[in-house]
Structure formats: C-alpha cells, structure tokens
C-alpha cells in the first residue's frame, strides 16, 4: 500500500524540502511524497542545497510550493515543521509536528546537523508507514 506524506514548513526552502527529499530517496515506492510551504519563499536556501548535496540527493531542480487544501487532502500523512496554526485540518489523516531549528540565516555546519536530524527522523518514519504511522495527534473527528 503506498501511503502519501506532506511535509510542510513556513516557506518550504529547508526543512520541509530536505525531509521531502530524504523521504523520496529512502521510501522508494513505499510512499508519495510532497512539500509545501504557508508562505513559500522564492527559492530554496542555497545552504540547505548544499547541505544536501553533501548527503547526496541534489535539490538544485526544486522550487518552494504553497500549501493548498488539495495537497492536505490528498496526503495520509501531514508533518509540519514550525508552521503553527496554517496547516489545514482533515479528518482521518495523521498529524505529526517535528520540532526543528530553521535553517534560513544559519551556516553550513548549523544547516548540517538540521539535515542530520531530519534524515534520522525520516528513517525513522519510513517503518511506520508500512504500519499505517498510529502514533502522534490523528484527527479522527
């Protein structure tokens, strides 16, 4: 059963676009994966892509996306990252909220240990879609 996350942050240039990323690379088929952003940037922080590139996975070709309501909807699973009140609740789909330091304004080896938490968040993640991801606040109303 392939599952769809979304990963949002404010302006979809860091966190979101990283997480999306590492999700992409290491859930194979296993998942759908997209990005947003509550009030997206014009492009992606050049630090974040070469935070990235050091990992591996190029982001030069991506672009900070808006969140809609079309792409919540169609997501099984919502993970915001620092986008407060903004992110649109469904019924039936599974909210998680990682707590992650904003890369914008930080140096590279700042923007290091951010891409490193998120790749080890993600692998953790990739297990738990296989099981449906129970576990943090679902809305079931």
Same mark, same amino acid.
């Given at each position: 059963?392939?599952?769809?996350?979304?990963?949002?942050?404010? +302006?979809?240039?860091?966190?979101?676009?990283?997480?999306?990323? *590492?999700?992409? +690379?290491?859930?194979?088929?296993?998942?759908?994966?997209?990005?947003?952003?509550?009030?997206?940037?014009?492009?992606?922080?050049?630090?974040?892509?070469?935070?990235?590139?050091?990992?591996?996975?190029?982001?030069?070709?991506?672009?900070?996306?808006?969140?809609?309501?079309?792409?919540?909807?169609?997501?099984?699973?919502? &993970?915001?990252?620092?986008?407060?009140?903004?992110?649109?609740? *469904?019924?039936?789909?599974?909210?998680?909220?990682?707590?992650?330091?904003?890369?914008?304004?930080?140096?590279?080896?700042?923007?290091?240990? &951010?891409?490193?938490? &998120?790749?080890?968040?993600?692998?953790?993640?990739?297990?738990?879609?296989?099981?449906?991801?129970?576990?943090?606040?679902?809305?079931?109303?």
């Amino acid at each position: 059963m392939t599952r769809s996350v979304l990963f949002v942050c404010v +302006h979809n240039a860091g966190r979101s676009q990283m997480a999306a990323a *590492f999700l992409a +690379h290491l859930g194979g088929d296993l998942v759908e994966v997209r990005s947003a952003g509550s009030a997206p940037a014009d492009s992606l922080n050049p630090v974040v892509v070469a935070a990235m590139a050091e990992a591996g996975i190029d982001l030069t070709a991506e672009t900070p996306k808006v969140l809609t309501l079309d792409a919540v909807e169609a997501s099984d699973v919502v &993970i915001t990252m620092g986008c407060g009140d903004a992110c649109p609740v *469904f019924p039936g789909k599974t909210y998680l909220d990682w707590e992650l330091d904003d890369p914008a304004g930080k140096s590279l080896a700042e923007v290091r240990v &951010i891409r490193d938490e &998120i790749r080890n968040r993600v692998r953790a993640l990739v297990p738990e879609l296989g099981s449906g991801v129970d576990r943090g606040r679902t809305n079931t109303a």
